[in-house]
């Protein structure tokens, strides 16, 4: 007689739960251009604004996302620099025709701590000591390269 009962009080809640459900789902609302939705919800665009009882009714079942963002710009003008870290010198390798020259070498606090030649794609940083340092190029296409000296 347990069984019975437990069946009937589970049947019974179920169709309670499942009114009260449907009563919720179909709870919709008249849309204007400023209203968002969330997927599942059951909005009204209406034909015509002045009359409440006319329009087309829908069910939002998908959204976009969009995400922000830059896309990097690669250009042919990198320099790749080894060994990095460094105990005392670095060499250069350019993937474009520019000729390196110069070079400016920045400590982190942005105060200029030499300027150098480079001569055969090789800097001497026997000098520096220990720190992160920044090299800037007397090309203005190349960026700045952040160096490590240990």
Known sequence: MKKIYLLGGFLVSVSVCSQSLIGGVNSGGVSNDNLMHTV????????????????????LYQT???????????TEKAVSIYPNPTSDY????????TKLEEVSIYDVSGKLVSQQKIINNRL????????VYLLKFNNSELKPVKIIKK
């Open 40 to 59: 599942g919800e059951i909005y009204v665009i209406p034909t015509n604004p002045n009359d409440q009882n006319s329009g087309t009714m829908g069910v």
């Open 90 to 97: 670095i060499n250069f390798t350019v993937s474009s025709r």
């Open 124 to 131: 001497d940083l026997s000098f520096l000591i220990q720190g």
């Open 64 to 74: 976009v996302l969009t995400v922000l963002g830059v896309n990097e710009i690669v």
